[in-house]
């Protein structure tokens, strides 16, 4: 099973090292760091998701997700 995950460096529930390292000891898995993005991929503090940069990073992290799968749909 391959795995692609998205943390952000600034969360706030998971502590990004700690992510990162079970992330990469995993096989066939892919680690993606958010700079600045807080627990959800958002902005600090935004709550209900609208900040502009929460938005970007939604957008910009599911055209990667597109991306992988298809690299990926037949292996």
Same mark, same amino acid.
């Given at each position: 099973? !391959? ?6 460096? +600034?969360?706030?529930r998971t502590p990004?090292?700690?992510? %990162? ?5 995993? +096989? &066939?898995?892919?680690?993606? +760091?958010?700079?600045? #993005? ?10 209900d998701f609208s900040?502009?940069?929460? !938005? %970007?990073? &939604?957008? %910009? #992290?599911?055209? !990667? ?11």
């Amino acid at each position: 099973m !391959r795995v692609l995950v998205f943390h952000g460096t +600034a969360d706030s529930r998971t502590p990004f090292d700690v992510a %990162q390292s079970l992330t990469l000891k995993a +096989a &066939h898995s892919e680690f993606v +760091a958010v700079e600045g #993005a807080d627990h959800g991929l958002c902005w600090p503090g935004d709550d209900d998701f609208s900040h502009p940069t929460t !938005r %970007q990073w &939604h957008s %910009q #992290a599911a055209e !990667r997700v597109v991306t992988w799968i298809n690299t990926h749909a037949s292996s």
